[in-house]
């Protein structure tokens, strides 16, 4: 804005700290006779330092801006790095845990067809334990293969699951009675999780049927829906609870160790492949409520994410 007029008495006047921008100066020149000058109008423009130019101000906003976005981005890319090896890392231990979890299944599930071979001989049958050997042969090629890979196709499992209940069914002679149904819409090269059946089929057997003396029945069903496949397991046991009973009484602690390394498995390839595999049991009880069996229901979905 406009400012009053000055009256000096030097040539001179001098202003300090003016900012930058356009000014009208203006002066007049008494004389002595006491009267004025015309009014001598001029325009001066002080220019701004070049850190206060706009296209300065605008740079330095640019390269902040830059810089913090660089910055951001660095901090970003390291934490994407971390991620990335932690998440690595934890595959990498999973991996090794599932393969811990295999190999503890490999002398557990050897262990068992070798009891059911040395029951055999002891029972001096050797045409039985010739067949019996063979079939034990064929079941532990397929087993390697199986216990190599963390999945395999369902046609393998089914193979797998068929020879080692054919196995058993030598072990109880005409005492045991199998029918597996598999649905014909089932695509059997779906992928399947390795030895996820047989510990299960092992307890229907072992535990279940095993303490009964006739009308032995195991019931081996593979269904589908839009989204999962399930394989379903039913025997008409003594069940779980007198089952467990029975194991108390005689002192035998595991209903099966092979069950409880399956379940970790599960959960580990749920960590790996985002695969919820859910399984469920059902008691089976008569109008008497006497236990008529189990069933087991194993779900699977049929995408790996």
């Given at each position: 804005?406009?400012?009053p007029?000055?009256?000096?008495?030097?040539?001179?006047?001098?202003?300090?700290?003016?900012?930058h921008g356009?000014?009208?100066?203006?002066v007049?020149?008494?004389y002595?006779?006491?009267?004025?000058?015309?009014?001598s109008?001029h325009?001066?423009i002080?220019h701004?330092?070049?850190w206060?130019?706009?296209?300065?101000v605008?740079?330095l906003?640019v390269?902040?801006?830059?810089?913090f976005a660089?910055s951001?981005?660095l901090?970003a890319?390291r934490?994407?790095?971390?991620?990335?090896?932690e998440?690595?890392?934890n595959?990498?231990?999973s991996?090794?845990?599932l393969?811990?979890?295999q190999?503890?299944l490999n002398?557990?599930?050897?262990?068992?067809?070798?009891?059911?071979i040395?029951l055999?001989?002891?029972?001096e049958?050797?045409?039985?334990?010739?067949?019996y050997?063979s079939k034990?042969?064929?079941?532990m090629?397929?087993?390697?293969?199986?216990?190599?890979?963390?999945?395999?196709?369902?046609?393998?499992?089914?193979?797998l699951?068929t020879?080692?209940?054919k196995?058993?069914?030598?072990?109880?002679?005409?005492d045991?009675q199998?029918?597996?149904d598999?649905?014909?819409?089932l695509?059997?090269?779906?992928e399947?999780p390795?030895?996820i059946?047989?510990?299960?089929?092992?307890?229907a057997i072992?535990?279940?049927?095993?303490?009964?003396?006739?009308?032995?029945?195991?019931?081996?069903r593979?269904?589908q829906?839009?989204?999962?496949?399930t394989?379903?397991?039913?025997?008409?046991?003594?069940?779980?609870?007198?089952?467990?009973d029975?194991?108390?009484?005689?002192?035998k602690?595991?209903i099966?160790?092979?069950?409880?390394?399956?379940?970790?498995?599960?959960?580990?390839i749920e960590?790996?492949?985002?695969?919820?595999?859910?399984?469920?049991?059902?008691?089976?009880y008569?109008?008497?409520?006497?236990?008529?069996?189990?069933?087991v229901k194993?779900?699977?979905?049929?995408?790996?994410?």
């Amino acid at each position: 804005g406009k400012r009053p007029w000055q009256q000096i008495d030097q040539p001179f006047i001098e202003y300090q700290f003016l900012p930058h921008g356009k000014y009208i100066f203006q002066v007049a020149t008494k004389y002595k006779a006491g009267t004025w000058s015309d009014v001598s109008t001029h325009t001066l423009i002080v220019h701004p330092f070049w850190w206060q130019t706009w296209y300065f101000v605008f740079g330095l906003v640019v390269m902040i801006a830059s810089v913090f976005a660089l910055s951001i981005k660095l901090v970003a890319k390291r934490l994407e790095r971390k991620y990335q090896k932690e998440k690595l890392i934890n595959k990498r231990m999973s991996e090794l845990e599932l393969k811990a979890l295999q190999a503890q299944l490999n002398p557990h599930f050897i262990f068992n067809a070798m009891n059911s071979i040395q029951l055999i001989l002891w029972n001096e049958n050797r045409k039985l334990a010739d067949e019996y050997l063979s079939k034990f042969g064929r079941l532990m090629r397929l087993y390697l293969e199986a216990s190599r890979n963390e999945f395999h196709s369902l046609e393998e499992e089914i193979e797998l699951i068929t020879l080692y209940v054919k196995l058993e069914s030598l072990r109880f002679k005409s005492d045991l009675q199998v029918t597996m149904d598999v649905d014909d819409a089932l695509d059997l090269q779906s992928e399947f999780p390795t030895m996820i059946l047989q510990p299960f089929v092992e307890n229907a057997i072992n535990h279940g049927l095993s303490h009964k003396t006739d009308d032995r029945q195991l019931n081996i069903r593979f269904s589908q829906t839009e989204t999962t496949m399930t394989c379903t397991i039913e025997d008409n046991g003594i069940g779980r609870a007198a089952t467990a009973d029975f194991q108390n009484k005689y002192g035998k602690d595991h209903i099966s160790r092979a069950s409880q390394i399956v379940a970790e498995k599960i959960e580990v390839i749920e960590k790996i492949d985002h695969l919820a595999i859910q399984i469920d049991f059902v008691d089976k009880y008569d109008k008497n409520e006497s236990a008529t069996g189990t069933i087991v229901k194993i779900t699977i979905p049929y995408s790996v994410d």
